[in-house]
């Protein structure tokens, strides 16, 4: 049975900063793509940032850069998203996905996690 469960969630003032981790269990970790996505009320789901399944490159959506930070362990089977100077943009549900193409593609979701940044 594939899980992606997301932790870290929470309210932080505007400024601050929070660190998300999503634990997978029931995939080859290493064969996935992993990626943070955000679902603010009323609005899209968005993509956050992407972290490829090798760890070699990461990429961002514009409003986040410079401010938040993915990284995966391989060997933990996680992915982070480090968040920091945060906004009341930045107040959504956030999601973990996974998605690969090796070898069939496949795509899974977390249950999300909130996050409120709100003085």
């Known amino acids: 049975q594939v899980q992606l469960v997301e932790s870290g969630g929470g309210l932080v003032q505007p400024g601050g900063s929070l660190r998300l981790s999503c634990a997978a269990s029931g995939i080859a970790f290493g064969f996935y793509d992993m990626s943070w996505y955000r679902q603010a009320p009323g609005k899209e789901r968005d993509l956050v940032a992407t972290?490829?399944?090798?760890?070699?490159?990461?990429n961002y959506a514009d409003s986040v850069k410079g401010r938040f930070t993915i990284s995966r362990d391989i060997a933990k089977n996680t992915v982070d998203l480090q968040m920091n100077n945060l906004t009341p943009e930045d107040t959504a549900v956030y999601y973990c996905n996974a998605r690969k193409e090796i070898f069939g593609e496949r795509e899974y979701w977390g249950q999300g996690t909130q996050v409120t940044v709100s003085s």
């Open positions: 972290i490829t399944r090798t760890g070699g490159t990461t």
